[in-house]
């Protein structure tokens, strides 16, 4: 979304307001079949930096991958983006950062930073929340302001781990997966790589040492088989809340909702768009079956993914399969 809240209707604002405790539940995991891979557009690297020092909004010193620590530690560190394109700018980004649960937490997030660089942003946040103590932080984070979208250099957050007091001695990786920036057209596109990170407690850093894949052997080469007919494709069931009609019902149905009713731009799958009549009777996007699609329907969208009670009136159809 590209519009501030304040040039939105007060319901929408409202909606935010009333509705932090669903938006915080929603986990808005960006997954492996929503990201653009093995393409142009996206950053060179996203990255764990245990060195704040020289990290701006628009600007990254070196890149220190592993600080040391004692136990009992507070640790602010950078997750960055190096060489967002021009070309295909941010107007938001998704991470989730792994660390150990039995040793660290996520005590703070500063998302206030490159996205919030052009003057007018409005940052909306609907990352997982703080403290985080399950082994895995998402970051989900968009300007919802009309300002430029961001490209270049710069923090996308800075946060704040805590080392408990009983930890022991070792290093202790912090990786990064589901990565991605969102363009200006809600598309989203990977890094070319992901550069992790560690925190050394009690000791000296070490060099890191990512897991290696074990490679798989090479197939025997069988004789190719007689061609068979194509198959007639599956259509994909219709849901409720499934606007893109991708299959799913999720936080990205709710924020394509929002952006329809703003007057923006989104993707869709669908045959019809949001706002009209699909074939079964339904007005697209309508989730409350109130005759308009609004901020509220996509409240209800993302209550159904933090799987909290949707209400609807009778006969309305309900949300999700």
Known sequence: MRRSLFGLPFSFRTLIALTAVAVAAVLVAVSATMITRGQTGGMVAMSVDTDTTGNTAT????????VQVVAGSDVILDITANSIPASNPMIGYAYTLHYDSTVL???????????????????FNASDSVPDSDGSFGANVVDISTSTPESGSGVLDRLTLHVDAAAPNGQYLLTLSDAA????SN???????????AIAVGQACVPIVTPTPTE???????PAPTESPTPTPTPVPYYAGDVDCNGLVNSVDALKVL?????????????????????NGY???DINCSGGVNSVDALLILRYKAGLSVTKPPGCPAVGP
């Open 59 to 66: 600007a990254l010193g070196a890149d220190d991958p592993c």
């Open 105 to 123: 937490s996520v005590t703070a997030q500063d998302p206030n930073f490159l996205l919030a660089s052009t003057s007018g942003s409005n940052i």
């Open 259 to 279: 952006r329809y009713k703003a007057g923006l731009t989104y993707t869709t799958g669908c045959a019809t768009p949001i706002g009209l009549m699909s074939p």
């Open 181 to 184: 920036h969102v363009d200006p």
């Open 187 to 197: 598309g989203t596109t990977a890094p070319d790589a992901l550069v992790p990170g």
């Open 283 to 285: 007005l697209e996007g």
């Open 216 to 222: 798989s052997p090479t197939p025997t080469e069988s």
